[in-house]
């Protein structure tokens, strides 16, 4: 059974910085693509970065430069580093895992970042 867990998420006044982490079971982490999605209120769920099974990372243009997104094969894992946040990155993210050869796909919970004064 696929598990994904995200923790990281909180208030963090704006320029701060988070660390998101999403913690996998039941799939061979390695061969997946791996993603971060949010959703912010009256919004659709946004793609906001990936990171390839062989490494190669995209991100959404609105946080290039202030977020990164990183693998840990070994532990199963996917962080995202959020720095210089802005009160419109507030949304409950989402990780996402791919496999790019059945397009089968699963999501955690969620995790709520809010960016506020």
């Known amino acids: 059974q696929v598990q994904l867990v995200e923790s990281g998420g909180g208030l963090v006044q704006p320029g701060g910085s988070l660390r998101l982490s999403c913690a996998a079971s039941?799939?061979?982490?390695?061969?997946?693509?791996m993603g971060w999605y949010r959703q912010a209120p009256e919004n659709k769920r946004e793609l906001v970065a990936v990171?390839?099974?062989?490494?190669?990372?995209n991100l959404v243009g609105s946080v290039k430069g202030r977020f990164t997104i990183s693998r840990d094969n070994a532990k199963k894992k996917v962080d995202l580093q959020m720095n210089s946040l802005k009160p419109e990155d507030t949304a409950v993210y989402y990780c996402?895992?791919?496999?790019?050869?059945?397009?089968?796909?699963?999501w955690g919970q969620g995790t709520q970042v809010t960016v506020s004064p």
């Open positions: 996402n895992a791919r496999n790019p050869f059945t397009s089968l796909t699963s």
């Open positions: 039941g799939i061979s982490f390695s061969v997946y693509d």
């Open positions: 990171i390839t099974s062989d490494g190669n990372t």
